[in-house]
């Protein structure tokens, strides 16, 4: 096996002096560059006809996480440091970098900084691999049916790039700075093009062409560029003759095939290589024949962060212009945030006025969850050196959205289903100033949420083991010293969700326990957990004995995504989640899907709004469309 050399972080500065010293030695040549500019983007700005809905998921299939080696987990087994275990190139692992695709036998990464390399072809590890460990799950981002954005939406750059993830193509001058854009990865494919496993749709780079357009310059957007140094590098000598600022994507880290940095080093000045940021730490600032070039990351979220960060700066500057002024503002924080000691951190924040008080509940923070951009209402800064930040705690926000829309936004912590996308759609559609803004925290999390003060609404199906009743004991044991009530919501039909045909012939809950078939589970406190708890329970089967127990989701269509990439043979969800996948689908058992609400808020004109769509005709012909849904008495109110 012949060994690459692989590149080495130079520096892990902060922003402010990384900012300093790149600014520093480009403001020379940026001074006078200031340039006319006439393009605009087909869909930026535009306001959205319909709702759009993603085509494909995201990733479309299984993805290495980090850099490493894949390997067979069941054969790491045993593995301590008393007990290294070596393992042989080819039949026992392979080397694997970020965003490859695990294929079978392969079933999880190790770290190559966990690594011992023995000779060429074996290596030695000293920690067992569990399944699945620093795997990305076919679906993590966006999965086939979700709803990407509303009708009557103002399109963004991050929508553009959330759109092209999702498989949509269609929907229905002052001088500027040239800025090139040079898409990197022998895996990025054009959105164009046929999917395929193995192969990422190339969205960044056409998000940041919209950012260009959105801050002043003009986008010159280059092919993608395969993993080759010198094909990256004749690319970057000719988009710097041909612009004023130039962006390199991916390529940034210190992988096998990140040549960013050292073809920077060869051709022109490496100022920074690494800054303590994240996400966003493996950003590159340098300078190639007087022109400022920028290397960012490729997952979607570092690569937003350090766009905004430091190309965006760079272009008013080319135009002669201060940035505007971020707007900030102080909310409360609905679950506890953990945090690196090395690093600030950017987490996206869904903001919403509950009696008051602005609630800011965290978005998934993983680097390539574009939909937690287009979610984002505002953005908070976690400090380095600061461990995380606990619930109920000022913290201060940045604006992304105005607060009108925010204000304006019903707050829904709780269960996930599909409907809730249905509803948030249906609500903006016929009252366009309204919003409906969901966090899925489970069940219980829902509940925790009203009683803090921290939601307007909680979606919940919580079955009462003693009575068989769903939700109202549970209101009464945990919010008990508040005026409470339940609005009903549907019924739905849970169940077990298999591949198509049944490869594994799984006919019931008992099946969980044998020896061929993995599980994928729901996170602690969700209703769907609790029922499988009680079904276990009722059945006499011990939750070791189920493979696949401790793998958590936190939505039915992630749990859905798992079963049809082959991660699990089988989960347990809502039959709408199963048929939007293509799965085929055991019954279990009819629920009780309702929304508990402190009683004071149905006054309020938009939980009036909200009861009107769960009445109207349009929500129950919708419902029937999905599969698994009963309609008895939607929006009739029980006083707890």
């Given amino acids: 096996m012949k060994k690459t050399k692989r590149n080495i972080y130079l520096s892990n500065i902060e922003v402010n002096e990384a900012k300093k010293l790149f600014?520093?030695?480009?403001?020379?040549?940026?001074?006078?560059?200031?340039?006319?500019?006439?393009?605009?983007?087909?869909?930026?700005?535009?306001?959205?006809?319909?709702?759009?809905?993603?085509?494909?998921?995201?990733?479309?299939?299984?993805?290495?996480?980090?850099?490493?080696?894949?390997?067979?987990?069941?054969?790491?087994?045993?593995?301590?440091?008393?007990?290294?275990?070596?393992?042989?190139?080819?039949?026992?692992?392979?080397?694997?970098?970020?965003?490859?695709?695990?294929?079978?036998?392969?079933?999880?990464?190790?770290?190559?900084?966990?690594?011992?390399?023995?000779?060429?072809?074996?290596?030695?590890?000293?920690?067992?691999?569990?399944?699945?460990?620093?795997?990305?799950?076919?679906?993590?981002?966006?999965?086939?049916?979700?709803?990407?954005?509303?009708?009557?939406?103002?399109?963004?750059?991050?929508?553009?790039?959330a759109m092209l993830c999702g498989g949509i193509l269609d929907i229905d001058v002052i001088k500027k700075p040239r800025v090139g854009i040079i898409p990197t990865g022998t895996e990025i494919i054009e959105p164009e093009d046929n999917i395929e496993v193995g192969k990422i749709i190339d969205s960044n780079s056409v998000m940041f062409e919209a950012m260009v357009k959105t801050y002043g310059g003009i986008p010159k957007r280059y092919k993608p560029i395969p993993d080759d140094y010198e094909l990256i590098k004749e690319k970057i000598l000719q988009a710097v003759k041909e612009n004023d600022i130039v962006v390199v994507n991916a390529g940034s880290s210190a992988g096998r095939e990140d040549y960013t940095s050292k073809i920077i080093k060869e051709i022109g000045n490496l100022i920074v290589h690494g800054v303590a940021v994240k996400p966003g730490k493996p950003a590159i600032l340098g300078n190639v024949e007087g022109k400022p070039i920028v290397g960012i990351p490729g997952y979607p979220v570092s690569a937003y962060i350090v766009f905004e960060t430091f190309v965006k700066e760079l272009i008013y500057k080319y135009q002669g212009i201060k940035q505007e002024k971020k707007q900030f503002i102080k909310g409360t924080l609905s679950k506890r945030l953990m945090s690196s000691l090395k690093h600030l951190e950017y987490v996206r924040m869904k903001l919403g006025k509950v009696s008051g008080k602005l609630v800011a509940t965290p978005l998934n923070r993983g680097a390539g969850v574009t939909m937690s951009l287009v979610k984002a209402d505002g953005i908070t800064k976690i400090p380095k050196n600061v461990e995380g930040i606990e619930v109920g705690e000022t913290i201060e926000i940045e604006l992304l959205k105005d607060m009108e829309s925010i204000e304006n936004t019903i707050v829904s912590i709780g269960s996930h289903d599909l409907i809730m996308d249905i509803l948030a759609n249906?609500?903006?559609?016929?009252?366009?100033?309204?919003?409906?803004?969901?966090?899925?925290?489970?069940?219980?999390?829902?509940?925790?949420?009203?009683?803090?003060?921290?939601?307007?609404?909680?979606?919940?199906?919580?079955?009462?083991?003693?009575?068989?009743?769903?939700?109202?004991?549970?209101?009464?044991?945990?919010?008990?010293?508040?005026?409470?009530?339940?609005?009903?919501?549907?019924?739905?039909?849970?169940?077990?969700?298999?591949?198509?045909?049944?490869?594994?012939?799984?006919s019931s809950i008992n099946d969980l326990e044998r020896e061929d078939v993995v599980f994928v589970n729901r996170q602690k406190g969700s209703g769907t957990r609790i029922l499988l708890d009680f079904k276990l329970k009722e059945l006499n089967i011990d939750n070791s004995k189920v493979k696949g127990y401790d793998r958590e989701m936190t939505t039915h269509m992630t749990v859905a995504s798992a079963v049809l990439s082959g991660t699990a043979d089988v989960g347990l969800g809502i039959q709408s989640s199963a048929k939007a996948m293509g799965l085929d689908f055991i019954p279990i058992g009819e629920e009780e899907y309702d929304f508990a609400i402190i009683s004071e808020f149905l006054e309020d004109e938009k939980i009036k709004r909200f009861i009107e769509i769960l009445k109207s005709k349009e929500f129950s012909v919708m419902l029937e469309s999905l599969g698994g849904y009963k309609i008895e008495e939607p929006g009739r109110i029980i006083n707890i």
């Fill in 426 to 506: 249906m609500i903006h559609e016929r009252y366009h100033e309204i919003n409906l803004s969901s966090a899925h925290v489970g069940s219980l999390g829902g509940v925790m949420a009203l009683k803090r003060g921290e939601a307007h609404i909680s979606p919940i199906h919580l079955l009462d083991e003693k009575t068989g009743i769903y939700n109202i004991e549970h209101l009464k044991k945990y919010l008990k010293n508040k005026n409470i009530s339940l609005i009903k919501g549907v019924k739905r039909l849970q169940g077990l969700m298999v591949k198509k045909n049944n490869p594994k012939k799984i």
């Fill in 23 to 161: 600014f520093n030695e480009i403001n020379k040549s940026i001074k006078d560059k200031k340039e006319e500019t006439v393009s605009v983007y087909d869909s930026l700005n535009r306001i959205s006809a319909k709702p759009i809905f993603a085509e494909i998921s995201s990733p479309y299939f299984n993805a290495s996480a980090m850099d490493g080696i894949a390997v067979i987990s069941n054969k790491t087994y045993g593995a301590d440091e008393r007990n290294p275990k070596r393992l042989k190139i080819n039949e026992e692992y392979i080397y694997i970098d970020t965003g490859d695709p695990i294929k079978e036998p392969f079933d999880a990464v190790i770290m190559i900084e966990d690594v011992a390399l023995v000779d060429d072809e074996t290596v030695e590890i000293i920690k067992a691999a569990s399944p699945w460990q620093h795997v990305r799950p076919m679906g993590e981002d966006i999965v086939a049916g979700e709803m990407i954005i509303p009708a009557y939406h103002k399109v963004t750059p991050v929508d553009i790039g």
